[in-house]
């Protein structure tokens, strides 16, 4: 592996309102600030360490853009893994996802790639709408990870931002994969999990 | 306090400099607010009052007087120009074209002018209605319900070319500005909604329109765009930044020139789309992909940024970046051009590319828009107004650092010189303030894999 430090940009896309935002800002600032200034080159980034591996995310947000359709399809074409965020008491955003989920793939020419599928909201158990199990089935008949979170109690906040990097890691790995070499590593698979590089 | 110990001069000196300070804070507030605070009588008869109690206190305190000039001509020009507007209200006709935009300099359209516009009915007919252009959702769907002698509750709607709807809420201000360039406004009753189609004519051209600038440099078309940016850039208001931030809506202000101004960006980038996506003759494209990329180059030479990356942007669409066929044929040069362009819209560091490319610019430069933008939403968002039910200064700091940004690109006239063909091309300058666009994805997809088939 070469020592070049791993660099991801994270997409965060949904609905207006579902709580983009909330989350982008909360995962990025762990503290309370008085003044976030979001013009400065690192203030979408954060380092974080995931399976004891350093890395940094920059994290992509089209706040306030909504009128700009081509801005968030200009932040899916660099965007290397995406948070589908939908609020969990609200259905109509719930079917903007999966408008968006079609949107990143057809961005991406791909059939499948590094997605998690967010619900936000969670702390609004009692005006819930969407329930659970909807969620989860539709996430994985489309193959990609669920979680709900809560952007107002800081609940699985990271959580969401972290399992989409070891995703993103998985993916890439299989992609950088020669498809001989991972045929052999499938044929190994049975008896070894690891995959030579 | 200190000031029973001071000397009876002392007391004066302080009382002076009090006074001063008040009268120069009053005159720049005035002075940010321009014509908007002649939209409000409080802010005028405030105006006026504050006029009064200062010249009375010049009576005993001649060295104020000095101030009072500039404060009474002040008062003056917003006393008579409230008094102007409230009489005259600008008509605004079709979709914020003024009309007769050859004859008069643009100028800022106010909360209330008024303005006439076509509300869409279910069955594609349609009711012309005139209201102030700040008219909230609710107005205006009662001012439609009066037309059509209905009494039921009605929905407004913004209804895309791609059957998208987006219903507004009824307290939101000034939407008309707000449409995606072929959307319209219908009105309905909730149970209608599902059956409302988009009128024939959103679906945009179904031919190019090459033939109207081909011939024309690329430098001419370039600077005829930035020439009519530059007017809707002008008529902004920094103001607009802030309620476009805080919501329109809490203000009940308009945002329109903003909106219009933004509205722009995606025009601009549609039309390079289209004309791309209706070019079914495989040279003319390559021509034509040539052509945008000098346009786009100009633009940038203007220091038109906003511009720049619409057309940019454009050509990076999927409906044109996978005509691999006339990406071929373009020469190497062009490439490079374009490859180098495509990095300044890299949004990796935060727009680092842009942000340093920017910084090395003087005014007067048009920025990047929907970054500024983001910017303004991400200040807000991203910080409390009120901490400890105290204003958290540092955040309005930060909101004024961008407002003073939009300031500086603005701080000198654009005033190139102006391409002798600008005054022989008036069908030009005409040709690009009035671009008939395809704005549905969909059918632009649909366009390119017409042009060049999926290759298996
Ligand atoms: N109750 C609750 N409200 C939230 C949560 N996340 C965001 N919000 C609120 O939802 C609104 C929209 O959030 P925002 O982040 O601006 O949404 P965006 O438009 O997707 O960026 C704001 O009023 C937030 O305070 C959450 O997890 N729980
Ligand atoms: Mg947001």
């Not at chain 2, 206190?57 to 009474?72: H, M, N, S, V, W």
Request: proline residues 4%; contains cysteine.
């Amino acid at each position: 592996m070469s020592a070049e430090e791993e660099r991801f940009k994270l997409v965060v896309v949904g609905g207006g309102g579902v709580g983009k935002s909330a989350l982008t800002i909360q995962f990025i600032q762990s503290y309370f600030v008085s003044d976030y200034d979001p013009t400065i080159e690192d203030s979408y980034t954060k380092i974080c360490t995931v399976d004891g591996k350093e890395t940094r995310l920059d994290i992509l947000d089209t706040a306030g853009q909504e009128e700009f359709g081509a801005m968030r399809e200009q932040y899916m074409r660099s965007g290397e893994g995406f948070l589908l965020v939908f609020a969990l008491n609200d259905r109509g955003s719930y079917h903007e996802v999966q408008k968006f989920h079609t949107q990143v793939l057809r961005v991406k020419d791909r059939d499948d790639f590094p997605i998690v599928l967010v619900g936000n909201k969670a702390d609004l158990e009692q005006q819930r709408v969407i329930s659970r199990e909807d969620a989860q089935a539709f996430a994985s008949d489309n193959g990609i990870h669920y979680m709900e979170s809560s952007a107002k109690n800081r609940y699985n906040v990271d959580e969401s931002f972290l399992e989409l990097v070891k995703i993103i890691r998985r993916f890439q790995e299989m992609e950088s994969t020669p498809p001989a070499a991972h045929h052999t590593g499938k044929q190994k698979s049975g008896g070894c999990p690891c995959v030579l590089l | 306090m200190a000031l029973d110990a001071g000397s009876e001069q002392e007391k004066l000196d302080y009382t002076l400099n009090n006074k001063r300070r008040v009268i120069r804070l009053v005159t720049q507030w005035a002075a940010v607010h321009g014509y908007q605070l002649q939209e409000e009588d409080a802010s005028v008869a405030f105006l006026q009052e504050f006029f009064m109690a200062a010249s009375d206190d010049a009576k005993a305190i001649p060295a104020i007087r000095d101030q009072l000039t500039e404060l009474g001509r002040i008062v003056k020009h917003n006393t008579e120009g409230a008094r102007v507007s409230q009489k005259k209200h600008k008509v605004l006709l079709r979709q914020f074209s003024m009309g007769n935009e050859k004859l008069h300099k643009r100028q800022p359209i106010k909360g209330n002018d008024e303005i006439l516009f076509k509300v869409y009915c279910c069955d594609h007919t349609y009711t012309t209605i005139r209201v102030p252009v700040a008219t909230s959702v609710t107005e205006v769907t009662g001012a439609v319900a009066d037309k059509l002698g209905s009494a039921e509750d009605l929905l407004l709607v913004n209804l895309s070319s791609a059957g998208e709807k987006l219903i507004f809420k009824p307290n939101d201000v000034s939407v008309f500005s707000t449409l995606s360039p072929n959307g319209r406004l219908f009105a309905c009753r909730r149970d209608q909604l599902d059956s409302l189609t988009p009128l024939p004519e959103q679906e945009g051209p179904s031919t190019g329109s090459l033939a109207s600038f081909e011939l024309i440099s690329s430098k001419d078309v370039a600077y005829h765009m930035t020439a009519y940016d530059w007017e809707l850039f002008h008529c902004v208001h920094e103001l607009e930044l802030l309620y476009h931030t805080f919501g329109r809506q809490n203000v009940k202000k308009t945002t329109v020139n903003l909106d219009l101004f933004l509205r722009r960006f995606n025009e601009i980038q549609f039309w390079v789309i289209s004309e791309v996506c209706l070019c079914s003759q495989l040279s003319k494209r390559v021509q034509l992909l040539k052509k945008f990329i000098k346009i786009a180059a100009h633009c940038k030479e203007y220091r038109n940024l906003n511009a720049f990356f619409a057309v940019i942007m454009g050509l990076s669409n999927p409906a044109v970046s996978r005509l691999s066929q006339t990406w071929e044929k373009l020469p190497s040069k062009f490439k490079k051009f374009y490859s180098e362009f495509e990095n300044l819209m890299d949004p990796s560091r935060n727009h680092r590319a842009y942000r340093l490319t920017v910084a090395k610019l003087e005014p007067p430069i048009i920025p990047f828009m929907p970054l500024l933008i983001k910017d303004m939403t991400f200040t807000h968002e991203g910080n409390r107004t009120f901490i400890d039910s105290l204003v958290n200064f540092e955040k309005m700091r930060m909101i004024a650092n961008t407002v003073k940004t939009m300031r500086h690109c603005r701080s000198q006239p654009f005033s190139p010189d102006s391409p002798l063909a600008s005054k022989t091309h008036p069908e030009v300058r005409t040709y690009v303030r009035q671009l008939n666009v395809i704005d549905n994805q969909r059918t632009l997809t649909q366009l390119s894999h017409e042009l060049e088939p999926r290759r298996s």
